[in-house]
């Protein structure tokens, strides 16, 4: 018997799948606990049309994020602490201070976790960092520190 998973069952399969199992455990263990149901004709067609809706959704949720790459590699974000003569800092530059330059400047709300910050910036000068928009797409920032 052919069936559609609505959840993920462990050995058979992930939500969305079309498996082939015995009749029994369809009947008295996926169906009664909506773990599955039946693979219709008509519930093929409408998991197909589920499916080309989530992936149109997809593609905009990654255009969507591409543009907010690009306008995040647009120029460097200016980002003014504290320092000493020879350029040192009093204290260090974090991925939270740069995720708050960016949303005053750019207006872009970027979660602080977001940045790949290798280590805190102790120094005056022009950065480059990583910044995860969408799981499949990777921005840069140019961060610049400067004196106050």
Do not use: C, W
């Not at 609505?6 to 082939?20: H, I, P, R, Y």
């Not at 093929?44 to 790459?69: D, G, H, P, T």
């Not at 102790?122 to 920032?141: D, I, Q, S």
């Amino acid at each position: 018997m052919k069936v559609i998973l609505k959840q993920d069952v462990k050995k058979l399969g992930s939500k969305g799948d079309v498996a082939e199992v015995s009749s029994g455990y369809a009947r008295n263990f996926l169906i009664p606990r909506d773990l599955a149901e039946e693979a219709s004709s008509g519930n093929v067609k409408e998991l197909k049309k589920m499916q080309q809706s989530q992936e149109k959704r997809f593609q905009k949720e990654i255009e969507r994020a591409q543009k907010l790459s690009e306008k995040l590699s647009s120029g460097p974000v200016v980002v003014k602490t504290k320092a000493g003569d020879n350029g040192k800092l009093f204290g260090s530059v974090t991925s939270k201070d740069v995720a708050d330059a960016i949303k005053d400047q750019l207006n872009i709300k970027i979660d602080k976790r977001k940045i790949d910050f290798s280590e805190p910036i102790k120094a005056l000068g022009n950065y480059t960092f990583k910044v995860k928009v969408h799981p499949e797409v990777h921005g840069k920032v140019t961060v610049e520190v400067i004196a106050e």
